[in-house]
């Protein structure tokens, strides 16, 4: 499974974003998808989460604010609304050979390369 984020780029406070993973290899209607962020001199941290039931789940600082979503077996998404400075980092989608979520990193079996999203004040 391969996995191939876009989607990042430079937006002002209160902008918003769309992210994509797209998943080539197999399909992965079967695998919960998760989407995860490292700022520089920071651990990498739990964003967003789908299950291979459509449930999700999300980090306290995001809720509200970002939603996760999958229209098939190979894409994932992430729409990032009033975004903040705070949200500036590399994020990064992965999949789990599970249906079911979890927001611990070590629980995912395939990660993408990352794409950058820069929030200014």
């Known amino acids: 499974v391969q996995l191939q984020a876009s989607g990042g780029g430079f937006v002002q406070a209160g902008g918003s974003l769309r992210l994509s993973c797209a998943a080539s290899?197999?399909?992965?209607?079967?695998?919960?998808m998760g989407w995860f962020r490292q700022a520089p001199g920071k651990e990498r941290e739990f964003v967003a989460a789908?299950?291979?039931?459509?449930?999700s789940s999300y980090a306290d600082s995001v809720k509200g604010r970002f939603a996760i979503s999958r229209d098939n077996a190979k894409n994932t998404y992430l729409q990032m609304n009033s975004l903040k400075p705070e949200d500036t980092a590399v994020y990064y989608c992965?999949?789990?050979?599970?249906?079911?979520?979890?927001?611990?990193?070590?629980?995912?079996?395939?990660w993408g390369q990352g794409t950058l999203v820069t929030v200014s004040s």
């Open positions: 992965a999949a789990r050979a599970s249906p079911l979520l979890t927001t611990t990193p070590i629980s995912y079996d395939y």
């Open positions: 290899g197999r399909t992965l209607s079967t695998y919960a």
């Open positions: 789908i299950g291979g039931s459509s449930r």
